[in-house]
């Protein structure tokens, strides 16, 4: 298969459907409807909500059921960018090449959309569960498991510990404990969503699962070497920038080589998970690889 096609075509699916999940100007602030949008449409490759849709495609489930829970993630994922990117955070005043939603709508209006972002996520799910012919059991859980991705148990933790450790002396332990929380929580929810949606078996959704724990950990090895050696025109916001904040990244702990050398570990790994599945698993593969790819050719 094309994966650029693939990812394509899956994007769009995504963005018209994430069209119908914001409010509409009439009875709300338009300010926040456009810092909303601003974000939510700043361009990117829609991995987690793709993530969803492919999990679901490997157990040859529906794709329909699964889309407002994709759309849901990649609302949270925009949430969790927006209130990344403030001052009191990271402080990045470029994402995706755009001005990040701070920089143009001030940090108020910014907080503020991104709330409005998570909280319109779970609007949007509550609304799939309830409609005609869902079936109610798994939409729920999948909500408790975005919920628990996004918050005190997931990525929320890991934003606290990453905030800690600034400046302090960098271990793998510290690494992975941030990083499975900051970043790999919500892909493997995104997994997982897929998967539980479309009555996955306990084997299939132990595999599938081990995949997005895996990738997850590579996706953010990826992007901690982008951070330290790809070009901004490339990563679409500005490089170094853990290294000026002295983030605990894995470049820091285990240098940039051996970074590259576990990212392709973990990638066999997630890979050998698929098996199971057949063709109907290439396009979970194909995204594992290309995650792995933007690392090594940094």
């Known amino acids: 298969m094309n994966l650029k096609v693939y990812l394509?075509?899956?994007?769009?699916?995504?963005?018209?459907?994430?069209?119908?999940?914001?409010?509409?100007d009439k009875?709300?602030?338009?300010?926040?409807?456009?810092?909303?949008?601003?974000?939510?449409?700043?361009?990117?490759?829609?991995?987690?909500?793709?993530?969803?849709?492919?999990?679901?495609?490997?157990l040859a489930g529906e794709i329909r059921p699964v889309l407002p829970f994709a759309c849901a993630l990649e609302m949270v994922h925009t949430y969790s960018l927006v209130h990344d990117d403030l001052p009191a955070m990271d402080d990045d005043d470029l994402r995706r090449g755009k001005p990040t939603c701070h920089i143009v709508f001030g940090e108020a209006v910014a907080i503020l959309a991104g709330d409005a972002l998570l909280t319109e996520a779970f609007r949007v799910m509550a609304e799939a569960a309830l409609r005609q012919g869902a079936n109610k059991t798994r939409a729920l859980r999948v909500i408790r498991e975005i919920a628990e991705a996004s918050g005190a148990h997931g990525m929320v933790s890991g934003q606290v510990a990453d905030i800690e450790a600034e400046q302090s002396e960098p271990n793998l332990a510290l690494v992975e404990f941030i990083h499975v929380r900051k970043t790999g929580a919500l892909l493997l929810a995104s997994v997982r969503t897929g998967a539980l949606l479309s009555g996955a078996s306990e084997r299939a959704l132990r595999k599938l699962s081990r995949y997005g724990e895996c990738l997850g950990l590579a996706f953010q090895i990826a992007d901690d070497v982008l951070d330290a050696e790809g070009l901004t025109q490339v990563t679409g916001k500005r490089t170094g920038r853990d290294q000026a904040l002295q983030k605990v990244t894995f470049p820091a702990v285990m240098g940039v080589a051996a970074a590259k050398e576990r990212a392709s570990d973990?990638?066999?790994?997630?890979?050998?998970?698929?098996?199971?599945?057949?063709?109907?698993?290439?396009?979970?593969?194909?995204?594992?690889?290309?995650?792995?790819?933007?690392?090594a050719s940094a």
Do not use: N, W
Request: aromatic share 4%; hydrophobic share 45%.
């Open 8 to 24: 394509e075509r899956r994007r769009r699916a995504v963005d018209r459907a994430l069209e119908g999940c914001l409010p509409g």
């Open 266 to 295: 973990l990638l066999e790994q997630a890979v050998a998970e698929l098996e199971v599945f057949g063709r109907r698993a290439e396009p979970l593969r194909q995204i594992a690889r290309y995650v792995v790819a933007r690392a």
């Open 27 to 58: 009875g709300h602030s338009t300010t926040l409807i456009r810092a909303m949008r601003h974000s939510l449409f700043a361009g990117g490759k829609r991995i987690r909500p793709v993530l969803a849709l492919a999990s679901a495609e490997a």
